[in-house]
């Protein structure tokens, strides 16, 4: 069975850095494209970009170039997504995905001071 | 970025009735469209993919249309667990991108 576990729930201070995390099983990591989805307060779904764990070749979507880092390490199958310095903005629930349709269950990240 | 459109924004409907929800995308996505749904607190779960295959384990009532710019969800016959948030979502190009989202509500 295809699987993707996430780390849990942060609170973290506006400037603080932060690594997510998104445990993969049940299917072979690195073939597969994995990302990551946003989903702010009420609001819908945005794709933040998708890394191939086999080359980790990555792709951002505009909107999060720059402001965050998608990483993969194959030899645990897990995927990243990290900031340097989180942002109020940046409270939201995110969800990890990957190519077999599959979604992890979301961390729900929360910054504030 | 091609940018999708969902209408209506809210659905109000009671079980047993059909719903119709429609996607339209700024430039064309061939049949790059899936739709999702999803419930309170849960993730998006996949509906249909390629504008018109049903995803396993989707029931029959649940049909996808379209192709190009304009795309169509038909739920045709409302079951209580039914009513949710539903959200297409263009493949054809990256960033892959979702539309606003259609709740379906009960009437």
């Known amino acids: 069975e295809v699987q993707l576990v996430q780390s849990g729930a942060e609170v973290k201070k506006p400037g603080e850095s932060l690594k997510i995390s998104c445990e993969a099983s049940g299917y072979s990591f690195p073939n597969y494209f994995i990302g990551w989805v946003r989903q702010m307060p009420g609001r819908g779904l945005e794709w933040m970009g998708i890394i191939y764990p086999g080359d980790s070749d990555t792709r951002y979507s505009p909107s999060f170039q720059g402001q965050v880092t998608i990483s993969a390490d194959t030899s645990i199958n897990t995927a990243y997504l990290q900031w340097s310095s989180l942002k109020p903005s940046d409270s939201a629930m995110y969800f990890c995905a990957n190519a077999l349709e599959s979604w992890g269950q979301g961390t729900l990240v929360t910054v504030s001071s | 970025e091609i940018v999708l459109t969902q209408s209506p924004a809210t659905l109000s409907l009671s079980p047993g009735e059909r719903a119709t929800l429609s996607c339209r995308a700024s430039?064309?996505?061939?049949?790059?469209l899936a739709w999702y749904q999803q419930k309170p607190g849960q993730a998006p779960r996949l509906l249909i993919y390629?504008?018109?295959n049903r995803a396993t384990g989707i029931p029959a009532r649940f049909s996808g249309s379209g192709s190009g710019t304009d795309f169509t969800l038909t739920i045709s016959s409302l079951e209580p667990e039914d009513f949710a948030v539903y959200y297409c979502q263009q493949r054809s190009d990256w960033p892959q991108t979702f539309g606003p989202g259609t709740k379906v509500d009960i009437k």
């Open positions: 390629e504008a018109s």
């Open positions: 430039q064309s996505v061939t049949n790059y």
